[in-house]
């Protein structure tokens, strides 16, 4: 698969999750007080980084394994992925039914939706115990995160434990 092709999935997987969200993490992080980056640098442990770095491992992990279970589908509703993000695209807007498409791809676009969005459940439950995995809460990881976007040190410590 080349690099196209992964961003495509990418792509992918990043739409299925936006859909399917009805007021998960990236609501809890918009909610979430933000504190100045030095503070947030300086209530970080050491242990804390290596708990993210190994959560988010966790994570890149599962979500491999969920963009292949998508193409999958893709596959088996024989609907190219340009043609689902197009479709996805239009459905985001509220204009699925303006699109440029035929009935049939629209068809399938909804199956494989509707199937994608029944994965919704156990991908997050498995995200959930691939963070907790170790000891850490969910919460105390979208903080990291937080920090990991907004703070260069925090990104360095984070960077250097992953080996980048």
């Known amino acids: 698969m080349n ?8 792509a992918v997987a990043g739409l299925i999750v936006g859909l399917a969200a009805t007021g998960g993490s990236a609501m809890a992080q918009q909610a979430t007080p ?24 966790r994570l890149m992990e599962l979500q491999q394994e969920s963009e292949k279970a998508m193409l999958v589908i893709l596959e088996e509703e024989k609907l190219p992925v340009d043609r689902f993000n197009a479709l ?13 498409g035929t009935a049939a791809e629209k068809a399938a676009f909804n199956k494989a939706i ?9 991908i997050e439950k498995n995200m959930q115990t691939a963070i907790q995995k170790d000891g850490m809460t969910v919460e105390r990881y979208e903080q ?17 434990l992953m080996g980048l």
């Open 144 to 160: 990291i995160m937080l920090a990991y976007q907004q703070d260069p040190a925090v990104q360095a410590k984070i960077q250097k």
């Open 88 to 100: 996805a695209q239009a459905h985001q807007q509220q204009k699925l039914n303006e699109a440029e």
């Open 34 to 57: 933000q504190k100045a980056p030095q503070q947030q640098t300086q209530a970080i442990s050491d242990q804390d980084i290596k708990l993210f770095v190994d959560a988010s491992t």
């Open 114 to 122: 509707g199937r994608m969005m029944e994965m919704q459940p156990d």
């Open 3 to 10: 690099i196209l092709d992964k961003l495509k999935v990418t």
